[in-house]
């Protein structure tokens, strides 16, 4: 159980194009979903909180404007990444718990975008 | 808010030795702490996890200690082999904030 699928598993795009990435949660409802980027050698950096039927919370220093967060419902997040640059190029990967308070994280297989 | 300070950031083994990665938190009201496994390219699998209601927790080769006073957790691999070769992080309250990560390398 507690399955989160991410979908696509990897993008190639041009600079200044947009990309969607899509978190879902296969057999459990998720009101909260996290997103983090992930660069090569790096820790996991907590982008933004995604809340179902709310506007996400963004981390310090997170782009609301360029990192677009949509959760319109319980098993479905999104994250745009919108006029992309090469500095975008990055490991993107969400997360989601099956409980409330302190439950494990789930999280899905990742996104690994790169922007030529 | 929280902080996670983890180390080392990298850990090369003999296949049969224990490994030890430490880590240190700053909020004395965190009170979840979970450990996670990464391997190149994958996402990171939940392997152990410890609540401040209790000191330690045992899970077949892995083990987890908690110091709440101290502010710090431990991850213990005994008998290290080589498919435990990845990158391992720490987090507190619920994973918000992840340790730096350690690369631990086993060889045979």
């Known amino acids: 159980g507690a399955v989160v699928s991410q979908h696509p598993s990897w993008v190639i795009c041009k600079s200044g194009t947009s990309v969607k990435i899509e978190c879902r949660s296969l057999d459990f409802q998720a009101t909260t979903m996290f997103w983090y980027r992930q660069f090569p050698k790096q820790s996991l950096m907590l982008m933004a909180t995604s809340n179902e039927g709310s506007k996400a919370t963004y981390e310090q220093g997170v782009e609301k404007d360029k990192f677009l967060i949509n959760h319109a419902s319980l098993t479905l997040s999104t994250l745009t990444v919108t006029s992309a640059h090469p500095e975008d190029s990055s490991f993107y990967i969400c997360s989601a718990v099956t409980g409330t308070g302190n439950s494990p994280l789930h999280f899905g297989n990742g996104t690994r975008l790169t922007v030529t | ?108």
């Open chain 2, 1 to 108: 808010g929280e902080n996670v300070e983890q180390h080392p950031s990298t850990l090369s083994v003999q296949e049969g030795d224990s490994a030890v990665i430490k880590c240190t938190y700053s909020d004395s009201a965190s009170n979840y702490f979970p450990w996670y496994k990464q391997e190149l390219g994958k996402r990171p699998q939940l392997i152990i996890d410890i609540r401040s209601n209790v000191g330690e927790k045992k899970d077949q080769r892995i083990a987890v200690t908690l110091n709440k006073t101290a502010k710090h957790f431990s991850l213990h691999i005994t008998e290290t082999q080589p498919e435990d070769s990845a990158v391992y992080f720490c987090a507190a309250e619920g994973a918000l904030i992840f340790g730096k990560g350690t690369t631990l390398s086993v060889s045979s």
